[in-house]
């Protein structure tokens, strides 16, 4: 326990709980602390002196308070309305549902959940819980996968009969869940219904590679679907590349330069996207040759500005790629080719 915490909530009651008690107790590298107390501003603020922490209201409507630290670890001060036993009541599992006096003492398990540890299974703290937070069916799935736990039978017959409730939460939350999915997980959100709701589909992850691309297996399984969604505009690029990929026609250096000028720089990931690793070494031989300057520039065509000059500057690289052409000299004459055949 961080004593800096203990100094931030001293004379206080105060409880560690969620998911930070449970990977402690299951051996996890615990990296976000949820501590429940009865002023979480209060607490927040002296933790964040202590800490040299950035410190912001985490839901105002709820009086959560977080402290951020700039490797990406956090600690939330939640507010402790009632008894610790009636807060472990609100989560969603039991194995969630465990506190751990901040001041030291025996842990506060009133719903079973170091038992539920200890047989690796997954369980409902009650029958609402998917109707007071849909976003809970992905974490069940989640959980399962990262965990290598099992719903129990009563829970797993409740996620499917919520499932038609998975697409309700904001889009932000449910596609920080899915970038935790392994293909198993995905799989497994498949088989309990939860992944037609959001317009996915494991039908290219049956014929992909997987790599460990950011957002990949979003793109796999959610296809065009994933535009519908609040992704990162890195994303939706990555996004678009893959889905308008088409295999080179050979392993060819015009048919790879082309490919990659179209892919770049997500060329090999592309590849795996179209179960074409066949082209995976021509595409890195072609990354190891790439010139370290153009042969022309822009300003040295003698054109005005406009889409002429890219046009003519990607076929310098593309011929140059393909072997036909290796100086200026010759890059000048392939201008003049292109510019005396241009339909008037």
């Known amino acids: 326990m961080d004593s800096r915490i203990r100094t931030a909530v001293a004379g206080v009651e105060a409880y560690v709980v969620g998911g930070a008690v449970r990977d402690d107790l299951v051996g996890r590298q615990v990296v976000d602390v949820d501590v429940a107390t009865p002023d979480p501003e209060v607490a927040a603020r002296i933790y964040a002196g202590l800490?040299?922490?950035?410190?912001?209201?985490?839901?105002?409507?709820?009086?959560?308070?977080?402290?951020?630290?700039?490797?990406?670890?956090?600690?939330?001060?939640?507010?402790?309305?009632?008894?610790?036993?009636?807060?472990?009541?609100?989560?969603?599992?039991?194995?969630?549902?465990?506190?751990?006096?901040?001041?030291?003492?025996?842990?506060?398990d009133p719903l079973h959940g170091r038992a539920d540890l200890e047989s690796r299974t997954l369980r409902a703290v009650s029958e609402t819980i998917f109707e007071d937070d849909p976003l809970r069916l992905l974490r069940a799935v989640r959980l399962e996968d990262e965990l290598g736990f099992e719903l129990d039978s009563e829970t797993e017959g409740l996620v499917r009969r919520s499932a038609g409730l998975v697409a309700d939460p904001a889009g932000e939350r449910i596609v920080s869940e899915l970038e935790r999915l392994s293909p198993e997980g995905f799989g497994r959100a498949d088989e309990l219904g939860l992944l037609a709701p959001l317009g996915g589909s494991l039908e290219r992850l049956r014929s992909v590679e997987v790599v460990d691309t950011p957002g990949y297996l979003l793109v796999v399984v959610l296809g065009e679907s994933l535009e519908r969604l609040p992704v990162s505009n890195e994303l939706k690029r990555l996004g678009r590349t893959l889905l308008r990929a088409e295999r080179p026609e050979d392993d060819s250096p015009r048919a790879i330069h082309r490919f990659r000028s179209e892919t770049e720089p997500w060329a090999l990931t592309a590849l795996a996207f179209l179960g074409a690793g066949d082209l995976y070494e021509a595409v890195r031989a072609a990354r190891v040759a790439e010139p370290e300057e153009p042969l022309l520039r822009g300003d040295e065509l003698g054109l005005q500005p406009g889409p002429e000059i890219g046009r003519l500057l990607d076929r310098i690289a593309e011929e140059r790629a393909a072997g036909t052409i290796s100086t200026k000299d010759e890059a000048l004459q392939l201008v003049e080719r292109e510019r005396t055949t241009e339909p008037t």
């Open 51 to 108: 800490a040299n922490g950035a410190i912001f209201p985490l839901s105002e409507r709820h009086g959560a308070w977080r402290v951020a630290f700039k490797d990406g670890s956090t600690v939330d001060f939640t507010p402790l309305a009632g008894t610790i036993e009636d807060d472990l009541r609100t989560r969603d599992f039991t194995i969630n549902a465990i506190a751990q006096p901040v001041a030291g003492g025996e842990y506060v």
